[in-house]
Structure formats: structure tokens, C-alpha cells
């Protein structure tokens, strides 16, 4: 009578068994022949150049290296380690992909003097190098809907202690059972009957994988049946290497707010800043114990129970022959090791980013951004953007009451190149909120002088530095009726002044008396050729200000200054590559073919002399004058904004200083913005600007501009376009004897 409950029950048992195990094992094939994760996109700032010559500080280096997570080393022969003796600098670089292919690993040596970096050899061999990249530093990740923090290595990539000695501690069968392990769940609640606790698992790897892709927390039968069926099936389908490479890359190790860290790749960099290639002993054993327990074994939560784990983990990888005696004492003795600033990299410059995604977004949606592994390479430059936000920082704290209200932008450029090296869009450096880099359009004040002087400048045969300009009263009709009088900040009028002295002095009459002979829609015209997608105010008071723009606007006028007259897109990428390291895009520039490259060779020079005699003179009182900086300072009415664009020879910065609620600053270009400007570049490495001769000539003119006699008083040597310097020339007999007979 038993036979037939029994046979029935088995026939049963077989008819739900044959199709569901037929389910599960297409499930399997499903997950693992494609087997894929979101991966998240990685955003890099620009590798560091180092080269004999090139402008670098102690300060600034020190923290490109803090950006790259270094740490210091006494001997640095561990990539991602660096030695500072007095001025000489060893680094272990790591190796890494860029661009342009594989660089390796690899020990560098230098000294710094001089704000220069000196000769560059090869640490190990003393070879001189030409040059050297020290491997980006990671900024950001750009994460898909899952939220994992994930980078996907091969098993080659994985170091062969931290593969036996996950093997040792959680799955020593693993090479010989098929899924699941008898044996080592009787020892396992062997153990922890005896511990009293639970100090053992009984799971092997491929029962954990299998926790970590298809199921559930629950601890019901049924989960622990589909467990043990989907463990036999993906032993029964996929090699022991498959399998292993899949649990590296998919254990769940960590959280960091709303992101899950999972593989050891990842939990590498989370936890100690580096490469999983460069952990020893000690931190593989922290990293492997902390499978049983993410939560439970976190080092900077729980430091003591993670040391007590991390060192009976050293236990088993010596008692199973991992380690000897002796490196098993070492790494006994070691501290736990994590970085204190390690973490997972995301959106750290917002307002950069926010420039990044909207370059990107040309070329890739935002599906593949968050979930294609790509790795994105950017201009940052970690070292300028750290001291643009202390600069602002500083220089807004040095307000005192006059600084409280007021919110700032910033942007520094390559000066040659137009990359985008930092960009901050609000005092407050890590809000993600509204972006006034890019998006606070505010009327540019005198910032706009330069062009007007540009467009005049652009006619050689009609106007020089030294044409006189009339600086007199201005009254013009409105279309409505009312009328236009604009005045000078001093609210003089200065009469004839060179065009020079109406630009170093930032006359508003003489600039709007020169932009009405040259002409209004000239000058929009040229301004509209920029392509800035604003509205240019059309009407006279454009040529002192009256248009807004946002700070890249102007960035991206000044550019062209900077860059010798040549027309150039700014960009903050570089390149993309995929998740293999395979280049997907480069992001090159072409620039303009600079039509007007004498006249604004002309009007930098005039800004030189802003920065001398004029407006922008604190510079040189703050001990820059021997960048030989071009700049201007810009004020829009009742001094709601304050403005300064300056450029050296290798570096552009642009600084906005203004209220969301548009009111008053009583700031003016040069005591809001041009402090921030001149905190930032106090600090930052960068070159003086030599302005090319090219295309000019220097000639001695008098204070009417005809040509003079070096003697003759007032006298001075200015550019001209090469053969167009003034004819006329005026004598002064009086000053030339005095100087033949040495009077005074």
C-alpha cells in the first residue's frame, strides 16, 4: 500500500523537477553566455605632463598626486607610491590606458626649482627622459539605474594571493565539488557550534554567485532549493575559470551612501585608493574577509572587529601554505590600511561635469553613458581646479561684509588650447544646483572694450595704439525717446587720449566715440561670428557692456586673445574609450585661421599695460608682474557685476563675482573678481606671456602719437602693424639738448 503514495509522490516530484530544472538551466544560459553588468562610465581628468622646463610647484604637484590618490612612501617602488627629498621628487607610476595606448608602469625621478620642473630620468636606470604622464586621476562615475559601482578585471588581473586565499577561506573544495559542498557544511556548523558564533560558512563560491545574481535575502526552503539547483547547473554548464571570474567581478563589498561596490577590483580602489594589482598580504586579507560580512567587516566603521577578521584570515592563508611564516608575522604587524580619502569618485566638480555630460551628449545617450563601462577622458586639471576653489575661497572670505551676499563663477582655460582646466559654478564648490559658469547670463561691463579696440585695430591703415581718440561728452537720442549719456567712472572727461590710454584706462567716452566710427554693427558682427547662441544688443550701449553673457561666453571671447587671434572652441573632453579600452572618440581642435592675429597681438599688448598702469595694476603690486599678464576688468551699472578675463602665457582664467537677486555688489572688476583672479594665480604654475612680433613694429610716438625722439618727453615705444606706424614726426629740440648736455 506504501508503494503507490511513494511512486505517486516521485512521479510528481519528477514532473514539477524535469521542467522547472529545464527553466532554471535556461535562466542560467541566459545570464551567464551573456553575462553583463550596468557598468558605470568612468570620468578622468587629463594625465599630468611632467617635462624639464615645464612651470610646476611643490604645492600644486602635491596635489595632482593627492588627486591620483599617491601616498607617500619612503622608498616609492610600489606603483601608486611617491618619495619628496628637499626639491627632489620619486614617483611609482602606475600603468595605465590612455588615448594614445598602454603606458606602464614605471619609476620616475625629478627635482623641482624654480617653479620648473628639472631634468626627468628614470629612477631605476637614471636614463633621461623627455617627458613623462603620470596616469589620470578618476573624478566621477556615471552611474546607471542599479547604482553598482563596478570594474569588470579578468583573472589575470587579480593577484594570485587574493584568488587562493578567497578560495582558502571560503571554498577550499572549490577546484573538486560540483556546485555544492557537503562536506563543507558539516564542518562549517562544526566550527560554529564550537565558537559558539558563526565563524565559518558553508557555502561555496558558486552558491554564493548564485546568491549575488538570481535571488533573494529570504532564507525559505524554496530559495535554498533553486540556490543548490542553480549551483549544480552552472557547475554542470561552465568551467571552474568562468565561474570565479564571475564571483570576482560580482561579490557585494561595500556601500557608499546610494552606489553598492561589488567585485574586488572596485572594493580596491573604494577602500584603499589603488589598483587591486598593488594590495599585499594584509589588505587582500581585509578585502577577502570581508565577504562574510560588508557591513559587518567595515574597516572605518568597525576598525577592531576588521582587524581581528583581517588577522585570522592571515591565520588560514598560512596555515594553507599561502604565506610563510615570515610574511605572515610582516603582515600581521601592518595597520589597517584604507585610505582616509578614499571613495567612490562622483560628481566632486559639479559645474565641470555638468560642461562634460553637455559635450557628450552630441555623441552618446545617456543609456550608454550610465551602463557601457566607457572611460571618459577629460581636460580637468586637478591642481587648477582645487586652487580656483580656494581662490574664491579667499578672496570672497577677504571681503569681509561686502562678500557675504555675493555668489562667483570661475574659469580657467589652457591658454593655447582652450581646454577647459576648472570650472566653478557657485562659491559654494560641491553644490550641484544651478551652474553660473555656464548658465548665469549677466551684462559684461567693460569686458567688451577690448573687442571694439579689436574691430578698430583690424583696419591698420585707419587706426593704431597710438590714434587719438576723443574722449568728450556723449548725448544720443533713444528710439523712445529718452536720451543716452553715458559718463566715466570718474565722471571726467579727459579730452584727445591715444586709443591705448582710452583701453589701460577704460575710458567708456572715448571706447563709445571709437565704437561709433567704426561702427556698432561691426562690432556685433564680430561678436556674433563667435557663435555664442545670445541675443547681442544691437544699440550703442553695446560697446560698453550692455549684452549678457555667461561666463564660458566670455571664456570663449577671450579665448581668442589668448590664443594669439586664433578662433578655438573650448572642450572638456579629450576622448572616450570603451570598456575594453578600445578608443570610441577623439576629441581634437582646429582652430581658426587667426585673420586678425596682428590686431589682436595689439590689443594684448594694451591689456599688458592694464595690468601695469591700469585698472588691473594690483596685479603687478601683488608681485605678478613678471607674468607680463594681459586683462581686463569689467563693471556693469551700479556695479551689480564684477568682472576680470586675464590671460599668461599658458593659462586663461575668467572670474565673475555677482548676487542671484541681481542687487548691488558694491564691488567693482578690480575689487571683486580680479582677487579672485590674483589668488588663483599666485599659486597655480603657469608661464608668462611673451607676445609675438610677428607682423608688428615698435615705434617711439609722443603723447599725440606722431612719431618721436626717445628723448623728447612723454615719449614712449608702442607696436604698430609693420608698415603702418605714424609718418608725421614731432620734434622737441629743447628736450633733445638737454638730454645731449645731461641737464635735468
Request: charged residues 20%; proline residues 5%.
Amino acid at each position: 500500500m506504501l508503494r503507490i503514495p511513494f511512486w505517486i509522490g516521485l512521479g510528481l516530484a519528477i514532473g514539477f523537477l524535469v521542467p522547472y530544472t529545464w527553466y532554471l538551466d535556461r535562466e542560467v544560459r541566459s545570464r551567464f553566455d551573456d553575462l553583463s553588468w550596468e557598468y558605470p562610465s568612468r570620468v578622468y581628468a587629463r594625465p599630468l605632463q611632467l617635462a624639464a622646463g615645464l612651470p610646476m610647484s611643490a604645492d600644486a604637484l602635491q596635489l595632482e598626486l593627492d588627486a591620483a590618490r599617491y601616498v607617500d612612501d619612503a622608498v616609492a617602488r610600489v606603483p601608486g607610491t611617491f618619495h619628496r627629498d628637499g626639491a627632489r621628487w620619486t614617483i611609482s607610476r602606475r600603468g595605465f590606458i590612455y588615448l594614445d595606448g598602454r603606458e606602464r608602469e614605471r619609476r620616475i625621478a625629478f627635482t623641482l626649482a624654480g617653479g620648473r620642473v628639472g631634468e626627468l630620468v628614470d629612477a631605476d636606470s637614471g636614463a633621461a627622459l623627455p617627458g613623462a604622464r603620470l596616469e589620470p586621476a578618476r573624478i566621477a562615475t556615471l552611474y546607471g539605474t542599479q547604482q553598482e559601482d563596478r570594474r569588470v578585471v579578468q583573472l589575470g588581473e587579480i593577484p594570485p594571493l587574493l584568488l587562493g586565499g578567497l578560495q582558502a577561506v571560503e571554498d577550499r573544495d572549490f577546484k573538486s565539488h560540483r556546485g555544492i559542498d557537503l562536506g563543507a557544511i558539516a564542518r562549517a556548523a562544526w566550527a560554529n557550534l564550537v565558537a559558539g558564533r558563526v565563524v565559518q560558512g558553508g557555502s561555496t563560491l558558486t552558491q554564493q554567485l548564485v546568491k549575488n545574481l538570481f535571488l533573494d535575502r529570504s532564507q525559505t526552503l524554496m530559495r535554498k532549493l533553486n540556490e543548490a539547483l542553480l549551483s549544480l547547473l552552472i557547475e554542470a554548464r561552465y568551467d571552474k575559470r568562468r565561474i570565479l571570474e564571475a564571483y570576482v567581478n560580482e561579490i557585494f563589498l561595500g556601500q557608499q551612501g546610494g552606489q553598492a561596490v561589488h567585485g574586488f577590483a572596485a572594493a580596491s580602489e573604494f577602500y584603499f585608493g589603488r589598483d587591486v594589482r598593488t594590495l599585499g598580504a594584509a589588505d587582500i586579507a581585509l578585502l577577502v574577509g570581508m565577504v562574510q560580512g560588508p557591513s559587518l567587516y567595515d574597516p572605518r566603521r568597525n576598525p577592531e572587529r576588521t582587524l581581528a577578521r583581517r588577522n585570522l584570515v592571515l591565520g588560514m592563508f598560512r596555515d594553507t601554505g599561502l604565506l610563510d611564516d615570515a610574511s605572515h608575522a610582516a603582515a600581521i604587524r601592518q595597520p589597517i590600511g584604507t585610505a582616509t580619502k578614499a571613495t567612490l569618485p562622483r560628481d566632486r566638480y559639479p559645474a565641470f561635469l555638468d560642461l562634460v555630460r553637455r559635450q557628450l551628449k552630441q555623441d552618446y545617450p545617456d543609456a550608454e553613458l550610465n551602463s557601457a563601462g566607457l572611460a571618459i577622458h577629460t581636460t580637468l586639471a586637478p591642481s587648477a581646479q582645487a586652487l580656483a576653489e580656494s581662490a574664491i575661497d579667499k578672496a570672497l572670505t577677504g571681503l569681509g561684509q561686502r562678500g557675504d551676499a555675493v555668489e562667483a563663477a570661475v574659469v580657467v582655460t589652457g591658454a593655447q588650447d582652450g581646454e577647459v582646466q576648472a570650472m566653478i559654478g557657485s562659491r559654494d564648490v560641491d553644490e550641484p544646483g544651478f551652474n553660473r559658469a555656464l548658465d548665469a547670463l549677466r551684462p559684461i561691463g567693460s569686458l567688451v572694450k577690448p573687442f571694439v579696440n579689436l574691430v578698430a585695430l583690424a583696419q591698420p591703415q585707419r587706426y593704431s595704439l597710438a590714434t587719438q581718440v576723443d574722449d568728450s561728452t556723449i548725448d544720443m537720442a533713444q528710439p523712445n525717446g529718452t536720451r543716452w549719456q553715458p559718463q566715466n567712472d570718474d565722471r571726467q572727461t579727459h579730452g584727445q587720449v591715444l586709443l591705448i590710454d582710452a583701453l589701460v584706462r577704460s575710458f567708456n567716452l572715448a571706447t563709445v566715440h571709437l565704437g561709433l566710427r567704426v561702427g556698432v554693427d561691426r562690432v556685433r558682427g564680430f561678436l556674433q561670428s563667435f557663435g555664442l547662441g545670445r541675443e547681442i544688443n544691437p544699440n550703442p550701449s553695446l560697446l560698453l557692456g550692455a549684452v549678457e553673457l555667461s561666463p564660458f561666453d566670455v571664456t570663449r571671447l577671450y579665448q581668442y586673445l589668448a590664443a594669439d587671434g586664433h578662433a578655438i572652441p573650448l572642450r572638456a573632453l579629450r576622448g572616450v574609450l570603451d570598456a575594453q579600452g578600445r578608443p570610441l572618440t577623439r576629441y581634437a581642435v582646429k582652430p581658426g585661421g587667426g585673420d586678425y592675429t596682428t590686431a589682436a597681438r595689439l590689443v594684448t599688448y594694451a591689456m599688458q599695460q592694464v595690468a601695469v598702469s591700469g585698472t588691473a595694476r594690483s596685479i603687478g603690486e601683488a608681485g605678478l608682474g613678471n607674468l607680463r599678464a594681459a586683462g581686463k576688468t569689467g563693471t556693469s551699472d551700479t556695479q551689480r557685476d564684477s568682472w576680470f578675463a586675464g590671460f599668461t602665457g599658458s593659462t586663461l582664467a575668467v572670474a565673475w563675482v555677482g548676487r542671484d537677486d541681481n542687487k548691488p555688489t558694491r564691488l567693482m572688476g578690480s575689487t571683486g573678481a580680479l582677487r579672485i583672479w590674483i589668488e588663483l594665480m599666485k599659486r597655480l604654475p603657469t608661464l608668462p606671456l611673451n607676445v609675438p612680433q610677428d607682423g608688428m613694429e615698435r615705434v617711439w610716438v609722443s603723447t599725440e602719437g606722431k612719431r618721436s625722439d626717445p628723448a623728447c618727453s612723454g615719449a614712449r615705444e608702442l607696436p604698430f602693424a609693420t608698415g603702418y606706424a605714424p609718418a608725421e614726426e614731432e620734434h622737441c629740440p629743447i628736450d633733445q639738448l638737454k638730454q645731449f648736455f645731461g641737464g635735468g
